[in-house]
């Protein structure tokens, strides 16, 4: 009996089930017959509205188009289409949402750079590869700078040289007597040089103080950093796990297959000229005293004043990972491309990072200094007797000039030179914080974190869920 009475009251829980079942069945489908009316009402209406506003175009009593109607009444379809396909394609006003009609326009993303970071040791790590260390990789002996693109080809120059100007020049620093105005010519009493016929001034390179380390990219973006990489913060206040690489204190990183430091922030040129002739010259009758010919040249060298030559620099923390670690918040990595989604650029324009050299100071960051370009101060040469002699000179009566073993001080002046050495521009960005809530529902925000003593804030992503229980 009691059997009996169980399998009726299953039977009932079916049939009551399948009704409700039915029932949903039917109200979902009388709801979306509900919206394609309301759909069909609103895409009647926009088109009657265009239609009514063509007519209003060829009507006699149209204001901004006075047209013959008969003549340009064909006009009155085309347009009508227009108006509609451009709706269409244009995607305003939008009159549904899920699905979007008309169509959302969808805005092309250029892909997510790599992620490069430094490495120090002899052995690069699993997955990662060293784009420094072979002649042709595109960090081989090359600084990164800061830019808001990354850059396909090398600028900037391993050396820099300067061409040198007249200033000024001394009287000569003797003078002879020669005889009165005749026929042989001579150097004046008073002539200098103002021109110069030849000039060399040697190279010299533009590294600053240096600390080489290996480039390292990983394609895409890893789940965990291997123990022994070194990134970049803009904070002394680190993240657990991570300890300041003061080794790069002082010096510029460049990218290499090996570590080492060399260069300098200052250097000199030597520099040579040959003058040009004297400026004025004498007359004097022939006679048998040597003197000084009246084309005569002079040639000296010397060495320029020392100039600093550091590239536009900023000071940053270098940091290394002491474990396998994931991605921390705060770190700030190098990209050949712009940077994925939980990094925000800090290489674009008017940013930190945009248009500078990196130099390490675990101490403290943020220092700023360099330049492009540089010159260095006037170079005074002495310029030494000449051999270049006449034999005719007389000696009386007298008559003054300049004289053979005479001397003269030569200033130059130096053109202003870029000193950058051979850089890639570089895209730098910083890891997000990213806060997961599990809540309910489906939500995504963003937001702002103001700074703290552990990372400067920048954008987030705050995950919540959200659901209807």
């Known amino acids: ?6 399998c009726n009251r299953s039977m009932r829980l079916n049939n009551q089930e399948k009704k409700l079942k039915s029932r949903r069945q039917n109200r979902n489908l009388w709801e979306w017959i509900e919206i394609f009316r309301n759909l069909w009402r609103v895409v009647f209406t926009y088109v009657k509205l265009s239609i009514k506003f063509t007519n209003g175009i060829f009507s006699k009593r149209a ?14 379809g085309p347009l009508v289409f227009v108006l509609i396909i451009s709706w269409i394609f244009s995607g305003w006003p939008q009159i549904w949402q899920k699905p979007a009609i008309p169509p959302e326009i969808e805005n092309t993303q250029a892909a997510a750079g790599d992620l490069i970071l430094l490495w120090d040791g002899d052995t690069i790590p699993s997955g990662w590869t060293c784009i420094s260390c072979a002649s042709g990789d595109p960090y081989y002996q090359v600084y990164p700078r800061g830019a808001a693109t990354y850059g396909t080809a090398t600028s900037g120059a391993a050396t820099h040289s300067h061409t040198v100007s007249y200033v000024s020049c001394t009287g000569p620093s003797a003078t002879a007597q020669y005889d009165a105005p005749g026929t042989a010519s001579y150097s004046s009493a008073t002539h200098i040089h103002n021109t110069i016929s030849s000039q060399t001034v040697d190279s010299a390179s533009n590294d600053p103080l240096y600390r080489s380390l290996k480039i390292i990219r990983y394609t895409g973006m890893p789940a965990t950093l291997p123990a022994g990489v070194i990134g970049i913060f803009d904070t002394t206040s680190l993240p657990e796990n991570w300890s300041a690489y003061s080794l ?16 300098s922030n200052t250097h000199t040129h030597s520099v040579s000229v040959t003058t040009g002739g004297p400026d004025t010259t004498e007359t004097a009758l022939a006679g048998a005293k040597a003197g ?6 002079h040639t000296g060298s010397g060495t320029s004043a020392s100039t600093d030559h550091q590239p536009p620099y900023l000071e940053v923390v270098f940091a290394q990972a002491s474990v396998d670690t994931p991605i921390p918040p705060g770190l700030i990595a190098l990209f050949d491309a712009a940077p994925p989604t939980d990094w925000t650029l800090v290489s674009g324009t008017g940013q930190p990072f945009n248009g500078v050299f990196l130099k390490g100071n675990s101490t403290a960051y943020g220092g700023t200094g360099g330049a492009e370009t540089h010159t260095h101060a006037n170079l005074d040469i002495n310029l030494p007797a000449t051999a270049d002699t006449i034999a005719t000179a007389d000696t009386a009566p007298a008559e003054v000039g300049a004289d053979i073993a005479h001397t003269h001080t030569f200033t130059v002046s130096f053109s202003t030179e870029s000193h950058l050495p051979v850089y890639r521009n570089t895209v730098f960005a910083k890891r997000d914080l990213i806060l997961t809530v599990a809540t309910t529902g489906s939500q995504v925000a963003n937001m702002n974190i ?10 987030f992503t705050f995950f919540s869920d ?4």
Do not use: W
């Open 450 to 459: 103001p700074s703290t003593d552990n990372y400067v804030g920048g954008a």
């Open 63 to 76: 204001i901004f188009v006075c047209l013959p109607r008969r003549k340009f009444t064909f006009l009155r």
């Open 466 to 469: 959200f659901s209807n229980n």
């Open 1 to 6: 009996m009691s059997g009996q009475i169980n």
């Open 248 to 263: 790069q204190d002082t010096y510029f990183l460049k990218g290499d297959g090996v570590v080492a430091t060399s260069g």
């Open 292 to 297: 000084e010919s009246p084309t005569h040249t």
